[in-house]
């Protein structure tokens, strides 16, 4: 069985940092693409940042910079490192993985972020 649990997340000031991971178990070497999702409070979730199979990255226009997305594939771990954050990065984050060979998508249950002076 497939599940994927975040942690990390926390009350940060602006400028502060945070790394947020995310535990894949279950079948983690058919793990296809990882990302990080972001949702806040009455706005759609969006992408924060992508990463494949092997290693291609893509980042949301805001993120661009700041924040680093990385994987250990033989951990079946996703990593988001964010730096400089802003309020506006406030959010609840989501860990998102497909799995192969049928593109089977699963979500985390998702982690707090909240950044405020």
Do not use: H
């Not at 602006?14 to 991971?21: A, D, E, K, N, T």
């Not at 992508?50 to 805001?62: D, F, N, V």
């Not at 506006?88 to 089977?104: I, K, Q, R, S």
């Amino acid at each position: 069985q497939v599940q994927l649990v975040e942690s990390g997340g926390g009350l940060v000031q602006p400028g502060g940092s945070l790394r947020l991971s995310c535990a894949a178990s279950g079948n983690i070497f058919s793990i296809n693409n990882m990302g990080w999702f972001r949702q806040a409070p009455g706005k759609q979730r969006e992408l924060v940042a992508l990463i494949t199979r092997g290693g291609t990255t893509r980042y949301e226009g805001s993120v661009k910079g700041r924040f680093t997305i990385s994987r250990d594939n033989a951990k079946g771990t996703l990593y988001l490192q964010m730096t400089n954050l802003k309020p506006e990065d406030t959010a609840v984050y989501y860990c998102n993985a497909d799995f192969l060979p049928l593109g089977v998508n699963f979500w985390g249950q998702g982690t707090q972020v909240t950044v405020s002076s």
